[in-house]
């Protein structure tokens, strides 16, 4: 059997596993195992084991992602969530639509603090989803506000899933973090613009309201756009590394949460066994995938598919088009980290070896946001959007199918972003030539 066939046969092994529940990151370990014995003897493998998983779980640049949700970890038990939620409020809530605006707009700034999608969308299930109910919002349309806003936990940098993009293709990391804020706040910006779409062709789905200040909501606020500065700032002007600046936010985070007197002891645990659960299933994922990854090297089918798809004369356009199909489709129905770490090693050298007219760096960085806004895409679309079935466990009586519906308009407004972002990549790499 040639490399390639095994290679088919891996994938197609892994997508059954998945199917009948088996955790990514052991179904990726399995199958890469299997794979890279067929071809090489147990003995190679053997001594790849013996060395593989210490080098990459040393590896220094991996220390952000435990840093970084620890810092979210942080923000969500000291009650931050609620009070930028009710300080947005107060600012958008007297428009029609104006409630769920501010869970964007809430969601964007706890997204430069956490860094993780489905953690945002858990935290504004129940910070704002009872809110929104509580003051009329159609249910759906108040879910699937929540599932879109906690998208924004990976587009606004800092974005645990954009430290594991860097990692996996050796991409400069603050590069990557300067070209996802402009395509992040776009986001933002455009799917306000939905809400308000949608609340002036029925205003009883979205009401303006008035929610009233104690004055508690407006002083929780300052510290965490201090932090979201302190860290996105620092970490673009060259003030610290990414590392240094996860590490700077974590700690802040906690003396803010100490200074509030709404982080204590028990809270500090839960904060720390949750970054402890996070951070291994990551760290399982990873060494599944790079297992799986070395088999599939071993196998050639990523450096004869570039080959063959850079010697067939179509379009660089139409093959990156067809690549992100592949990934909103995939996103549909599988976690996005694993998707991402699966299809990596078999894509970015397909669009590597393609003429955009950019420099090799520039197109590894573009093509790392346009990832990001697909992965985003595949978190909310049918059947199995993961931020979805986040709204639908935590509000129960909503029904998923009523937050698929009301979830359409923001995915068409995500495609019509990503293909502003295909056509002029400068939208990505305008930060990145300005601040290097």
Known sequence: MSGAAVALAGFTA??????????????????????????????????????????????????????????????????????????????FGRRKGGLAMAVIGASTVFGAICGSSVATTATFSR??????????????????????????????????????YAIATEQNIVKLFQAALIPGLLAAVLHCIVIGWVARRDPTMAPAVEIGDSGGSWRGVWPALLVAVLVVGGIYGGVFTPTEGAAVGAVAMLLI???????????????????????AMIFLILLGAEVFNSFLALSRLPIDAAETIAGSGYPPLAVLGLLLALYIILGAVMDELAMMLLTLPVFFPVVSALDFGLPAEEVAIWFGILVLIVVGIGLVAPPIGLNVFVVSAMAKDVSIAAIYRRVLPFIAIDIVRLMLVVAFPAIALLLVRALN
């Open 14 to 91: 892994l997508l059954l596993l998945i199917a009948v529940r088996m955790p990514v990151g052991l179904a990726m370990l399995l199958t890469g195992s299997a794979g890279y014995v067929s071809l090489v003897g147990l003995s190679p493998f053997l001594s790849y084991m013996k060395a593989t998983p210490y080098h990459l779980f040393a590896n220094y640049t991996l220390s952000i992602i435990p840093l970084f949700i620890l810092m979210g970890a942080f923000a969500e038990r000291s009650g931050l969530s609620t009070d930028l939620f009710r300080a947005a409020g107060r600012v």
């Open 127 to 164: 910070a704002a989803l009872p809110e929104l109910r509580r003051y009329g919002y159609d249910p759906g349309l108040a879910g699937a506000t929540v599932a879109v806003g906690g998208t924004l936990g990976i587009l606004v940098p800092p974005s645990v899933i954009l430290v594991v």
């Open 257 to 279: 949460g100490i200074a509030r007197r709404t982080l204590g002891a028990a809270g500090i645990r839960t904060s720390l066994l949750q970054t402890a659960e996070t951070t």
